[in-house]
T-cell receptor
Framework: DAGVIQSPRHEVTEMGQEVTLRCKPI?????LFWYRQTMMRGLELLIY????????DSGMPEDRFSAKMPNASFSTLKIQPSEPRDSAVYFC?????????????????FGPGTRLLVL | AQKVTQAQTEISVVEKEDVTLDCVYE???????LFWYKQPPSGELVFLIR??????QNEISGRYSWNFQKSTSSFNFTITASQVVDSAVYFC???????????FGEGTQLTVNP
C-alpha cells in the first residue's frame, strides 16, 4: 500500500515567493496533519484536519500560512509570501481511528517530508 | 498541556551493546497514547510502536523492547544487540484523544559505531 505522499520533496525559492506543499494521505485515513521540523523548535504541529475540516490551526505561525483540504485525498500547505525563517522540513501525516490493513489505529503515519529552503 | 522529555540528547554505543532511550511524559488526561518514532539519516519518520495508556504490558519486537511504567510516567525504549543501522534520531511522542496533535520529545540521537 502507498504511504503518505508529499510533493515536492525539495523546494528552493526566493524570499517573497509563494510556496505550495502538497500531501496525499493514506487511503481510508480521515485525519491529516501538517508538521514542521527545525533544529531550533524540533517537531511542531501546524494544523490538523478531521474529515477534511480544520480542527486545530493554533500552530500555524502567522497569516502567511494557510492550509486546505478540499477532499479526503488531498491537502495543501501554502506560504505566501515566504521568508528565510520558513526554511524547514514540512511533514504531512495521516491517521485513522480504525485499524486498517497493515496499520495501527490512532497512529500517525508520516510522509517523506518536503525540504524547503527560502533564500 | 502535554509534555515529553527525552533527557538524553545523544548516545553513542559500540555495535552489539544494549542501549536504553529514556522518555518521560506529562499529561493530565487519563486516556492517552504513547509512541516511538525513528528518524534515520534519510529524514523520514518511521513509526515503531503505539501504546494505549490502559495497557501497561511491556512489549518486545525482535531486538526492540519497550517498558511502560505509568507510576513514573515513563515509556523507555531498549535496543538489544545494537547495530549500525540503528543509528538515528528517536522520538518519543504522546497524544491524548482520537485525532489530536502529537507532542514530541526533542529526540535522542543514537550513534552505533562498528
Amino acid at each position: 500500500d502507498a504511504g503518505v505522499i508529499q510533493s515536492p520533496r525539495h523546494e528552493v525559492t526566493e524570499m517573497g515567493q509563494e510556496v505550495t506543499l502538497r500531501c496525499k494521505p493514506i487511503s481510508g485515513h480521515n485525519s491529516l496533519f501538517w508538521y514542521r521540523q527545525t533544529m531550533m523548535r524540533g517537531l511542531e504541529l501546524l494544523i490538523y484536519f478531521n474529515n477534511n475540516v480544520p480542527i486545530d490551526d493554533s500552530g500555524m505561525p502567522e497569516d502567511r500560512f494557510s492550509a486546505k483540504m478540499p477532499n479526503a485525498s488531498f491537502s495543501t500547505l501554502k506560504i505566501q509570501p515566504s521568508e528565510p525563517r520558513d526554511s524547514a522540513v514540512y511533514f504531512c501525516a495521516s491517521s485513522s481511528p480504525r485499524r486498517l490493513a497493515g496499520g495501527e489505529k490512532e497512529t500517525q503515519y508520516f510522509g517523506p517530508g518536503t525540504r524547503l529552503l527560502v533564500l | 498541556a502535554q509534555k515529553v522529555t527525552q533527557a538524553q540528547t545523544e548516545i553513542s554505543v559500540v555495535e552489539k551493546e544494549d542501549v536504553t532511550l529514556d522518555c518521560v511524559y506529562e499529561t493530565r488526561d487519563t486516556t492517552y497514547y504513547l509512541f516511538w518514532y525513528k528518524q534515520p539519516p534519510s529524514g523520514e519518520l518511521v513509526f515503531l510502536i503505539r501504546r494505549n495508556s490502559f495497557d501497561e504490558q511491556n512489549e518486545i519486537s525482535g531486538r526492540y523492547s519497550w517498558n511502560f511504567q505509568k507510576s513514573t510516567s515513563s515509556f523507555n525504549f531498549t535496543i538489544t544487540a545494537s547495530q549500525v543501522v540503528d543509528s538515528a534520531v528517536y522520538f518519543c511522542a504522546t497524544h491524548e484523544t482520537s485525532g489530536s496533535r502529537l507532542t514530541f520529545g526533542e529526540g535522542t540521537q543514537l550513534t552505533v559505531n562498528p
